[in-house]
């Protein structure tokens, strides 16, 4: 800082034109507060949505307009076919009958006649009558028909979103910011014009190197209205429409599907626990062992991944009700197993996981449902197998954990900005925390500005009922935005152990996870035919339903 050189003005003098600076500064700003509220008027921004609506209108109508035009011209195409092909069957139809009545007369009025050998009586009316039978009800069952694929308007909502922003820019912060040791004069006779040399609002500023705090006092702003620990406190999960309200999980080496229908848990407990219905899906494979599985909140049921044939698959499909068939769709672009997976905007993303080639990997990826494509995604900084991925808010993406190799926890969060295709990676030391972040645990928002952080393995495979809140105090779409852990509880879970199916799913209020059975003789493996129902939620903390 440049030392003040002394002044020959006199006091007066000094704080005269210090008040017409900060005057003319006042001044500035409300006549740009005036001239804000004259130029951005509520009407004129509804008058911009208006026209932008009946522009897609348009277009829409438009598009239908062209598929009349085309539907039309195919049904005249059809009903000229069709008439012809009627013609000729009639035509045919009556050429036959006439036939057959001239040679009844025949026989009935020429007696002589008919005492001859005829080969008449050699054809096998049944047969040519159930020929003509085909061709009519052929004919009579020929339609035009519009097949629509509903598949593209299951996330048009949020994929409009995309394109419809509010855009607010921001100033550039000033280098130079004052001081406010003028706004608390003569608030306290103790300290005036006497800098304490920290400023009000830097006391509390968040640790810029991890963006992580381990202190559950911490004193962090919060622009987000607080909310109770552990309250789960989100929509649900599934919309309206969804026919299919479910947990699930597929059977590893079967060829089995269990589903569990949500409204079936409401009110159970573990004295009256619920069962899965069981799926025997038509198909001429089994399931890959490792793979992972995911639920839309429009009732999709997608696997993807896997161990087939002692070799990982990039197989991507989709599970169909209709026939309990298992669809196959575009295949991923890295053949995976153990990775994480979550849904956000009309997107299915796949983080990390376990490759043929590379082993422990980074690589990310996105399946489009919508246009039924994969897309490479940013890496993450750290490779991570078997890691516990969750979505916050609408944009972003949190990865806790894993294993960046064998018997070595990947100690980092990672959060994943799904605008600017970015991943931020925390670094975190269990002596730092407090806690073990382990591998193959389970995660999920729960309200506003908390994840609910459970279970999973140590670096020695030894399994967990760790489990802790992931608050995000402030959140921004920098990468400066505050977290803290806290309510770290080593016993949280009631039993131990990781989720292969770590998708979290709140309704009504609850959440809701299934949990492996682990073998009693093998830590490593799990039983592929069953998983614990853990519901968490409404005061009455942890039931296994």
């Known amino acids: 800082m440049n030392k003040s050189v002394p002044s020959t003005k006199k006091p007066d003098q000094i704080l005269l034109n210090a008040i017409e600076g900060f005057k003319y500064e006042l001044e500035k700003l409300q006549n740009f507060k005036s001239e804000t509220i004259e130029v951005f008027k509520v009407e004129e921004g509804r008058k911009l949505i208006r026209y932008y609506k009946e522009e897609l209108k348009r277009a829409i109508n438009n598009l239908f307009k062209q598929f009349e035009e085309k539907f039309e011209q195919a049904a005249t195409t059809y009903t000229e076919s069709l008439e012809a092909n009627i013609d000729e069957i009639e035509r045919r139809l009556e050429l036959v009958i006439s036939n057959l009545e001239r040679a009844r007369f025949t026989i009935t009025n020429s007696p002589n006649e008919a005492s001859e050998p005829n080969k008449l009586f050699d054809i096998d009316f049944d047969h040519e009558i159930r020929g003509y039978n085909s061709l009519v009800t052929d004919i009579m069952k020929t339609k035009v ?32 910011q004052p001081t406010g040791i003028l706004e608390t004069l003569f608030e306290n006779a103790s300290n005036t014009i006497i800098s304490t040399g920290v400023h009000p609002l830097q006391q509390n500023k968040f640790n810029q190197s991890t963006g992580i705090s381990s202190d559950a006092s911490s004193k962090t702003a919060s622009k987000l209205t607080p909310v109770s620990d552990f309250e789960v406190d989100l929509p649900n999960y599934f919309k309206d429409s969804s026919p ?53 909140p429009q009732g999709k049921i997608y696997l993807t991944g896997g161990v087939e044939h002692n070799r990982t698959t990039n197989l991507t499909m989709r599970y169909v009700p209709e026939t309990c068939k298992l669809e196959l769709m575009k295949p991923m672009i890295y053949p995976r197993k153990s990775h994480g997976m979550c849904y ?33 995604i940013k890496r993450m900084n750290h490779k991570s197998s078997s890691p516990s991925v969750c979505t916050f808010g609408k944009d972003t993406i949190f990865r806790f954990g894993g294993l960046r190799s064998v018997g070595q926890i990947a100690e980092s969060i990672e959060k994943y900005d799904v605008v600017q ?15 073990k972040i382990q591998w193959l645990s389970a995660s999920c928002q729960i309200n506003r500005n908390q994840i609910l952080v459970v279970g999973g393995f140590d670096e020695n495979d030894n399994a967990s009922t760790q489990s802790f809140l992931f608050e995000v105090s402030e959140f921004k779409e920098k990468d400066d935005a505050a977290f803290k852990i806290k309510k770290i509880n080593p016993s949280g879970l009631p039993f131990s152990g990781g989720f292969w199916n770590h998708q979290g799913i709140v309704h009504s209020e609850k959440l809701y996870l299934l949990q492996n059975y682990d073998s009693p003789t093998n830590k490593t493996t799990s039983d592929e035919s069953r998983r614990r129902i853990l519901q968490f939620g409404g005061g009455n903390g942890w039931e296994v339903l």
């Open 145 to 176: 028909e519009i097949v629509v694929d509903t598949s593209p308007f299951e996330d048009l909502s949020e994929r409009f979103s995309r394109f419809l922003q509010l855009s607010q820019k921001d100033g550039k912060q000033s280098v130079i």
């Open 244 to 296: 299919l309200q479910v947990l699930h999980f597929f059977e590893g080496n079967s060829k089995k599907l269990h589903l569990l229908d949500l409204h079936t848990l409401i009110g159970k407990s573990q004295k009256n626990s619920p069962s899965f219905k069981v799926i025997e899906l038509k198909i001429d494979f089994k399931i890959p062992i490792r793979h992972r599985s995911i639920i839309t």
């Open 344 to 376: 956000l905007n009309g997107f299915i993303y796949c983080i990390g996981g376990f490759t043929e080639i590379e082993g422990f990997t980074n690589h990310c990826e996105r399946y489009d449902i919508l246009s039924g494509n994969w897309e490479a």
């Open 421 to 435: 295709d970015n991943w931020t990676a925390y670094d975190v030391s269990s002596e730092v925390l407090g806690l």
